[in-house]
């Protein structure tokens, strides 16, 4: 038995059995009834790692300081991003989390469809509409989670106003017609009043008491408070019975002369599925207007736009995370918070792995340690580039002076760093202006500042259709919409020398030939014209130019300049960012760690873990390479059997097989009892993950229900 025990302890710290415990009474010298030896109290000591959860990198040779940096990098580039989305994080009592994600960005997106709908619920009432309860149609499709800001926002204005409020109902609070109209006088009364309120408008009324699904108490409330405005919004009016709805809206109908009630149905579908559902009759008693949010991919350009292409950005999320971020966006729905803790993490992760991370903070401690940083830096890719074209251009002794003087290459590494800094926010200022530019009316291939940024980041931008759409498209303006084109330019390239000088030899030229206002180039359509030739009595058309008068030859010449300058600017601005020294530091673009995170594989985990646990364990012995040995878990071991069995499985075979494992190994030392304790349990842990099940067939098999890659 003992020789045995160290064969079945399958785990260093022995934490394998946790369904089924093998006893072993202990060898106690006490006499029974003695009272246990008194523990001593110890304190528990924390440790400072604890407020800093970030781990030593550099093989374990980055000292606290370094560590403690990165980590403070973080919590302040993160905090400065999360500013600018306005989180507020609240998380609600009991055994869930309630998630509030309150942004401005968001609220700008949203902040048309809120001003509609607030100026709906104000100006109409029931005698707007012949009597007939005033109803807010707003689609949302699947961006569900916009509905709820705007009725946050809305019950924001109405509270602070004092006109009224915005009670909301969820189809999971209206099983009946009582508990919805309960449900409805609680939280309209509770919104101003709080609870204390509502207790008392029950208890305190003068006259006989009343239940809590009356809607006196309602009428009560709206009289006292001069309430004018009341909402009352089914978030998932599509969830709702038609029956329950269809007798909600008709008692709502015989109150509008007592409660200003106002219904805001948040539609996912479309208005005429809706509208199919209920009877005439019902709808005949409802008369409003439709309102559209905006998808929540807008939402969601917005905010990448606000994170990535801002004026004082220090760190950028690269092309494969950017790639990864919107291909779920387009695959399913994903909301916008969602979409903001994938950024979360991808900037947690850059921190958390990258030891040069720390080179981003706006001040470095005098006394910090260069050596293994310095080390770091020489193992970089894109410091061999740079040195690769240091020698090319003829600087050896400056490459020599970076391999061997850590004090000259820590300086240089940060001059470059905020170089290359630099350079990102004109790659994003460069794509900022082609997005305007692609909002002129004459470039009918639209394409969001994500899409734009995806080639940047790619190095694709400068050579791509876009841009060449955008060209053809100056060369054609006229001069009054050339001189409306340099408005959306950014001042990089109308500051220029040579821009200028374009733009006061078209001021010049337009004084010159003031009547012959606005000029054409000869790449206008008007310009050309077509021939018609009689060849054997067939007719050929080909087009031409026509005669240019002089204005419109010089006025050419300028849009050519105009385009030659254009395309130098983005030839020099567009670079690819991984050409960039310390590209590593400033850009995260490692595509695996975000994609395994957000979109794990867990059947593939699982089933890798079985079949070859030695690559998630740690084992002293030789022969973990062995398909089977007793040095694997006993689950991995009848999982690695079952595999090689069929549809049904005789449980006397595995059993016996099972056992064939342990005997091979221990001999005649094998004890059996505790080789079954170890089947019993291995089996029940295949069932418990869905493998295996008992079959009605044939009591003694089990039925195999799953199969490895399938």
Known sequence: ???????????????????????????????????????????RVESDQESCPFVP??????DATSVELRYRNYEHLWSAQDAKI???????????????????ILGDVDSEVLDSVSKFVRETSPETYNGCVPAALVTVGSNVSSLSRLLTRLNDRLTTTGEGGVVVLESGDAPNLKTTLKNIIRAAITNTEGNDGYQRSLNDRDGPRLLGYDLDLLSDYVE??????????????????PSLLTDLISLLSSWLDRIPFTLLLGISTSVELFEGRLPRSTISLIKGKYFELHEASNCVDHMYEALQAGGDAKFWIGR???GTLFERSSDFFQSPEGFVRMIKYAYMSHFFANPLSLLLADELPADLPHDKLCEAIRNLPSFRKFC???????????????LEDDEF???????????????????????????????????????????????????????????????????????????????ILPQSVTGDSKFQEVQDDLSGLLQTYQDAVPLRSEYDHRHSVVKTTVVQQRVKLSKGKAKLPKQDIEYTKIVDRVQSLLESYLAEILVKPQDLFLHEVFLFDMRNPLKETFGPRPRFAVERALSNPFDYLISTSEDTGTRISTKQPATAILYQLYLESGALVNVHDLWSAFYAVFESHGGNNCDEQMVMALFYRALSELKAFGMVKGSRRNIDHVAKSAWIGL
């Not at 306005?86 to 401005?104: A, D, E, T």
């Open 1 to 43: 038995m003992d020789a045995l025990e160290p064969e079945l302890d399958t785990t260093p710290d022995g934490l394998n059995n946790q369904g089924v415990y093998i006893y072993h009474p202990s060898k106690s010298s006490k006499a029974h009834g003695d009272r246990p030896s008194k523990r001593r109290k110890v304190e």
């Open 57 to 62: 990198l550099l093989n374990g040779h980055e």
């Open 86 to 104: 306005q989180v507020s994080v609240v998380l609600s009592m009991g055994n869930w989390l309630g998630l509030i994600m309150l942004q401005k």
């Open 224 to 241: 006292k408070k001069g309430v004018s405005d009341l909402v009352l919004a089914l978030r998932d009016s599509e969830a709702f019975d």
């Open 320 to 322: 494969n995370i950017t």
């Open 388 to 402: 690769e074209d240091l020698l090319d251009s003829g600087s050896p002794k400056q490459v020599h002076q970076l």
């Open 409 to 487: 290459l820590f300086h240089e590494s940060l001059q470059h760093l905020r170089m290359g800094q630099q350079r990102m926010r004109d790659i994003f200022q460069s794509v900022k202006a082609i997005h305007r530019c692609l909002q002129s009316p004459n470039i009918s291939k639209k394409s969001s500042v994500s899409d734009l940024s995806v080639l940047a980041l790619a190095g694709e931008l400068s050579n791509s259709s876009i841009v060449e759409d955008i060209f053809s498209t100056v060369k054609a303006l006229d001069s009054d919409n050339l001189q409306d084109f340099f408005a």
